[in-house]
């Protein structure tokens, strides 16, 4: 099969169409034929040897996939209601900038209704890690105020629509610009802050009457800790997911236990099958539903031929990008 290689750690000419065997599904595994590749952060960070492959793990770039099913393990196929032929969207632990890819059957979802594969190949990657991240770590109630960082990344411009469609009470975006800032809005916040010109802390504090954002989705670490224990509610909820602006921080311990504030964190590609396989229902039952009634809609900001992932990286690096960016075989 043909495939995207990882030829050296570097910028994004390190990508380089190759030849490698076609992989075989196990136990509890589909073989999906690949239409559509998303794109993701994780993807970039890999590249550079920021992120490594997971024990097992393709070393083939790729967390999420469209497609049809070609074959695999016909009993656990038909437990979970698939049959050779289905199209299906995938999070995998990597291999999915391939032609060919194993997915376990639990972490498979049938394309929503109305959408075509490119559209359901933007889904998984995003989708697991606000679901797993907001609703699950940081326990988002109807009526709660919600923050997420960088409003306009693939992360951000899912948190927004799944938040606001599972009844947040006020939904609060950042963006690095005035027009992303529109943007997050069309796409359903109530408040977008320009954190180039604003402080992001103090104006939380003001959109909530000074309670404080319940829940924080933080995709920057660093300095942002900070700033997000300052503007965080009581009993409030600061989730990290990424650590785009280094890894330590200093804050004021004192605010965390006086407002009895919770700082959690996650990863999702090393966490083990049955761990994704429940998100993955509880997509399937509380999310799909409202995609199908366009409730809630993908976001797509760019496609490329596979050919030109580096090309796709590039875009994602350069981080003009609103919504996701997916390769298309």
Not at 223 to 229: A, K, N, P, T
Not at 248 to 262: D, Q, Y
Not at 280 to 296: F, G
Request: aromatic share 6%.
């Amino acid at each position: 099969m043909k495939a995207i290689e990882i030829t050296q750690y570097g910028a994004p000419e390190v990508l380089r169409a190759g030849e490698r065997p076609d992989p075989v599904a196990g136990a509890g595994e589909v073989l999906i034929r690949v239409t559509a590749s998303g794109v993701n952060r994780p993807d970039v960070l890999q590249r550079t040897g920021n992120y490594p492959v997971p024990p097992g793990a393709s070393d083939i770039p790729g967390l999420e996939v469209a497609g049809t099913i070609v074959g695999g393990d016909a009993q656990a196929m038909a437990a979970a209601g698939f049959k050779a032929g289905d199209r299906v969207c995938a999070l995998v632990a990597g291999g999915g900038y391939a032609q060919l890819c194993v997915a376990p059957v639990g972490q498979c979802l049938p394309v929503p209704r109305g959408l075509t594969d490119i559209e359901a190949a933007s889904l998984p990657e995003t989708f697991f890690t606000v679901w797993s991240n907001v609703f699950d770590r940081g326990r988002l109630q109807p009526g709660e105020s919600f923050m997420v960082q960088g409003g306009t990344s693939g992360i951000g411009v899912t948190a927004i629509q799944v938040a606001k469609a599972m009844g947040a009470g006020k939904v609060i975006a950042t963006a690095g610009s005035d027009d992303k800032c529109k943007a997050c809005i069309e796409l359903g916040a109530d408040h977008a802050i320009n954190y180039k010109t604003q402080d992001f802390s103090e104006e939380a504090k003001k959109l909530t009457d000074g309670k404080g954002v319940d829940v924080v989705l933080d995709m920057v670490a660093g300095g942002y800790i900070d700033r997000e224990v300052k503007c965080v509610a009581e009993d409030g909820r600061i989730v990290i997911i990424a650590v785009q602006g280094g890894t330590k921080s200093e804050f004021n311990a004192g605010l965390v236990l006086r407002r009895r504030i919770t700082i959690t964190g996650s990863t999702l590609r090393p966490r083990p099958v049955a761990f994704k396989a429940a998100i993955a229902q509880a997509l399937r039952k509380n999310v799909w539903p409202l995609i199908e009634s366009k409730a809630i809609q993908p976001v797509i900001h760019s496609t490329f031929p596979v050919a030109d992932a580096a090309k796709a990286h590039a875009l994602m690096e350069s981080n003009q990008h609103v919504g996701k960016i997916v390769l298309t075989w």
